[in-house]
C-alpha cells in the first residue's frame, strides 16, 4: 500500500539508462519545485519490456542546491542479507559516483533541461 506523500503532489521522472540512474523532479500543488531525487538503479530487457530495479543509493537535490546521499545503510543491510551481490553493489557504486561527479561539475543541469523542457511541451499540448 502507498502512503500518500504531503512533501509533493506530482513531477517527472526520465531514466537515464546508460548511467545507472533515474532523474525525478517532484513539485507541490503550487507547481513549485521541492526537490529533484535521483535514483540508482539498474536495468534489464526482456524480449517485451525494459525492467528497472532500485538499487537503494539516493541523491536528492533542493532548490538552494544542497544535496545529500541518502539510503546507504539499506546497501549495507541487503548485503550482510545476501540481497545485493557483488557485482550490483558494485554497478551502484559506480553510478552513484558517476552521478556525484555530474552534480559536482554542473553536468546536472543537462538532466534538468532535458526534464523541464519535456515539462514544457506537455504545458503547451
Same mark, same amino acid.
Given at each position: 500500500?502507498?502512503?500518500?506523500?504531503?512533501?509533493?503532489?506530482?513531477?517527472?521522472?526520465?531514466?537515464?539508462?546508460?548511467?545507472?540512474?533515474?532523474?525525478?523532479?517532484?513539485?507541490? $500543488?503550487? !507547481? /513549485?519545485?521541492?526537490?529533484?531525487?535521483?535514483?540508482? @538503479?539498474? =536495468?534489464?530487457?526482456?524480449?517485451? %519490456?525494459?525492467?528497472?530495479?532500485?538499487?537503494?543509493?539516493?541523491?536528492?537535490?533542493?532548490?538552494?542546491?544542497?544535496?545529500?546521499?541518502? $539510503?546507504? !545503510? /539499506?546497501?549495507?543491510?541487503?548485503?550482510?542479507?545476501? @540481497?545485493? =551481490?557483488?557485482?550490483?553493489?558494485? %554497478?551502484?557504486?559506480?553510478?552513484?559516483?558517476?552521478?556525484?561527479?555530474?552534480?559536482?561539475?554542473?553536468?546536472?543541469?543537462?538532466?534538468?533541461?532535458?526534464? /523541464?523542457?519535456?515539462?514544457?511541451?506537455?504545458?503547451?499540448?
Amino acid at each position: 500500500m502507498l502512503t500518500k506523500r504531503h512533501d509533493f503532489t506530482h513531477g517527472y521522472s526520465c531514466y537515464y539508462i546508460y548511467k545507472n540512474i533515474k532523474v525525478s523532479k517532484f513539485l507541490n $500543488d503550487k !507547481d /513549485e519545485l521541492v526537490y529533484w531525487y535521483c535514483d540508482i @538503479i539498474d =536495468t534489464y530487457k526482456d524480449s517485451e %519490456k525494459y525492467i528497472f530495479n532500485d538499487l537503494l543509493a539516493d541523491v536528492i537535490i533542493y532548490p538552494d542546491g544542497y544535496y545529500k546521499v541518502v $539510503d546507504i !545503510d /539499506e546497501i549495507a543491510e541487503c548485503e550482510e542479507k545476501g @540481497i545485493l =551481490t557483488k557485482e550490483m553493489i558494485i %554497478k551502484l557504486m559506480r553510478s552513484l559516483d558517476g552521478l556525484l561527479k555530474d552534480i559536482y561539475s554542473g553536468k546536472f543541469q543537462e538532466y534538468k533541461a532535458y526534464i /523541464e523542457g519535456f515539462e514544457e511541451k506537455e504545458r503547451n499540448k
